[in-house]
């Protein structure tokens, strides 16, 4: 079994910036891809960015530009930085890990951009 953790949400000012981080209780080369999701209030959830199963990234088309997905091996954690944040950007994120026919998810972190 795999624990994720995040942390670094809260809230933010439109325009502002936040990182959020994920720490794994295994290696994150043991993973096939790992990143972020989220879920704002009445929607369904949806990719953020991740690194994917071929050492590459992807980015939801409204990320990018304005986030970054980044790791550190060394603490077993994944990174999102996120700029230029938005009011519609106000959801809770989630981070994802997949080994292929299991996918394990952290706790859920709140993200609130103020007007």
């Known amino acids: 079994q795999v624990q994720l953790v995040e942390s670094g949400g809260g809230l933010v000012q439109a325009g502002g910036s936040l990182r959020l981080s994920c720490a794994a209780s295994?290696?994150?080369?043991?993973?096939?891809?790992m990143g972020w999701y989220r879920q704002a209030p009445g929607k369904q959830r949806e990719l953020v960015a991740r690194?994917?199963?071929?050492?590459?990234?992807n980015y939801a088309d409204s990320m990018k530009g304005r986030w970054t997905i980044s790791r550190d091996v060394a603490k077993s954690t994944v990174y999102l930085q996120m700029n230029g944040l938005k009011p519609e950007d106000t959801a809770v994120y989630y981070c994802?890990?997949?080994?292929?026919?299991?996918?394990?998810w952290g706790q859920g972190i709140l993200v609130t951009v103020s007007t």
């Open positions: 295994r290696s994150i080369f043991s993973f096939n891809a």
């Open positions: 994802n890990a997949n080994e292929g026919i299991l996918d394990y």
């Open positions: 690194f994917n199963s071929g050492g590459g990234t």
